[in-house]
């Protein structure tokens, strides 16, 4: 899987809040990327793969914000 490398807030050491949304949103679009391949069982695997690290960057930053933290 592709690392991000985003910057953290000095207060919380959390990624920034702008670094964490361009993360999912390239997760996501290259999920949509390898969806709209011509069906090939590894493109299938790699937007599954793209999913499931967006939907997980969501779920940790969700639970930062229920926590209080800085998503």
Partial sequence: ???V???T???TG???ILARQQAIEN???TALYFIRLPHTESGLKAATG????AASMLKQACA???NGGAA
């Fill in 1 to 3: 899987m592709t690392t």
């Fill in 14 to 16: 959390n990624p920034s």
């Fill in 64 to 66: 930062e914000a229920h």
């Fill in 50 to 53: 793209r999913a499931i690290r």
């Fill in 5 to 7: 490398n985003t910057t």
């Fill in 27 to 29: 997760a996501l679009t």
């Fill in 9 to 11: 807030t000095p207060a």
